[in-house]
Structure formats: structure tokens, C-alpha cells
């Protein structure tokens, strides 16, 4: 199979167990942190933030509050996706952003912006919570396929006490983890072929 995306997906795997001894260069982070960076968003506003923790002390911290799973230490890097809640600030913030502070730019952008504080600001901590988790899983995702299409292995994780790690993590209260994603080289071969559902199984054409 020539090395297309699609066959990196289908090489791709949930590695359980990296060897630890193996480490991604810093281009190769940098190019699954660009993928994340890309990732589109409703309104484009962003609102997620992710930890990338590489301390070793700290990583065997979470491990003791992510059920002792081996990749929390062992990959070459844990990367921890958060939601972010404050959804006015972060309007303002990305109106400010994208115009570089110019007045001129500001009043131009003002009724896209007052569209979005019109759809965001009423909504209460839980909901925006929960639209923010989606919004932070279609960042997440790609930084899965941008994992595997540069060859590095990657473990999706949920299995954590997400209060916890915000606590160790040190987390203001509207950034709020809800996944991990390991990165590094897997230490063993996948034992089972990939099993996914029939194409028909999975889609509907009309």
C-alpha cells in the first residue's frame, strides 16, 4: 500500500505501550501542535487549550490519578486537551486578534462580533462547557491524524479523574480537562487486525 493518508490511518493504532526510551524531536511536536492549531472551530474562536506536559515528576502524578496507565509516563509526550468556558472573553480575544487592535478593523468586524456574543454569552457554564468539549474533540481528532501521518504513534486517552488533573495541573475554573493524547513510539506491534464497521453499515446516501 503506497503511504497515503489513508494508509497511515489504517496503520495507525490506540498504543498502549510506548517505549519510553524513544522521543519525538521537537519539529515532530511541533508539526502535530501546528495540526491541532488548524483545526476549524464554530466561529472559529477556539475554545480549547492544551497542556503539554513532558515533566517527569508531573507526569507520574497524573499516571497515579489516570488509572496507573503506562502511556500517561511512558510516551514521549502527553498532551492534555482542555474546554475553555470563558466564550465572551474569548469573542473579544479573537476579534482583537484578528484585527490587530485596529479601530478601523474593530468597527468593521462589530456586528459579526456582537453575532457571536449574541450566541455565546447566554449560555450557562454547563452548556458552553459542553459546546466547548466539542469544539476541543475536532482539535483533538486532527491532532490524532496529524500524529499518524508523520509515522508517530498516539493513544487517545478519557480514563482520568478530569478534577483531579485540573487541580494538578493548577487549571484557572473555566479551563477544564476532558482528554489526553499520548504521542511517541509504540514498544510493541498491535496484536488484533483493525476492525472498523462496513462503509454500509456506517453511512446513508439519499
Known amino acids: 500500500m503506497t503511504n497515503t493518508f489513508l494508509s497511515r490511518l489504517d496503520w495507525r493504532f490506540a498504543t498502549k505501550k510506548f517505549d519510553a526510551t524513544k522521543k519525538l524531536t521537537s519539529e515532530q511536536l511541533n508539526e502535530i501542535i501546528r495540526a491541532v492549531r488548524f483545526a476549524p472551530?464554530?466561529?472559529?474562536?477556539q475554545p480549547f487549550h492544551v497542556v503539554v506536559v513532558t515533566d517527569p515528576a508531573l507526569r507520574k502524578e497524573l499516571r497515579a490519578i489516570s488509572y496507573d496507565q503506562s502511556q500517561v509516563t511512558d510516551a514521549s509526550?502527553?498532551?492534555?486537551?482542555?474546554?475553555?468556558?470563558?466564550?465572551?472573553?474569548?469573542?473579544?480575544?479573537?476579534?482583537e486578534e484578528m484585527t490587530g487592535g485596529n479601530v478601523e478593523a474593530k468597527a468593521s468586524t462589530k456586528s459579526y462580533?456582537?453575532?457571536?456574543?449574541?450566541?455565546?454569552?447566554?449560555?450557562?457554564?454547563?452548556?458552553?462547557f459542553a459546546w466547548a468539549s466539542k469544539q476541543t474533540y475536532i482539535a483533538f481528532g486532527f491532532g490524532l491524524a496529524a500524529a499518524a501521518e508523520l509515522g508517530i504513534d498516539?493513544?487517545?486517552?478519557?480514563?482520568?479523574?478530569?478534577?483531579?488533573?485540573?487541580?494538578?495541573?493548577?487549571?484557572p475554573a473555566h479551563i477544564r480537562s476532558i482528554a489526553y493524547v499520548a504521542v511517541?513510539?509504540?514498544?510493541?506491534?498491535?496484536?488484533y487486525p483493525k476492525f472498523r464497521f462496513s462503509e454500509d453499515d456506517l453511512f446513508e446516501y439519499r
Open 41 to 45: 472551530t464554530s466561529f472559529g474562536v
Open 77 to 95: 509526550h502527553l498532551l492534555v486537551f482542555c474546554a475553555r468556558t470563558d466564550l465572551a472573553a474569548r469573542v473579544d480575544g479573537y476579534v
Open 113 to 128: 462580533a456582537d453575532m457571536m456574543h449574541g450566541a455565546l454569552d447566554s449560555r450557562t457554564e454547563e452548556v458552553a
Open 154 to 171: 498516539a493513544c487517545p486517552m478519557e480514563g482520568f479523574d478530569t478534577v483531579a488533573v485540573d487541580k494538578v495541573l493548577g487549571l
Open 184 to 191: 511517541g513510539m509504540r514498544a510493541v506491534e498491535p496484536t
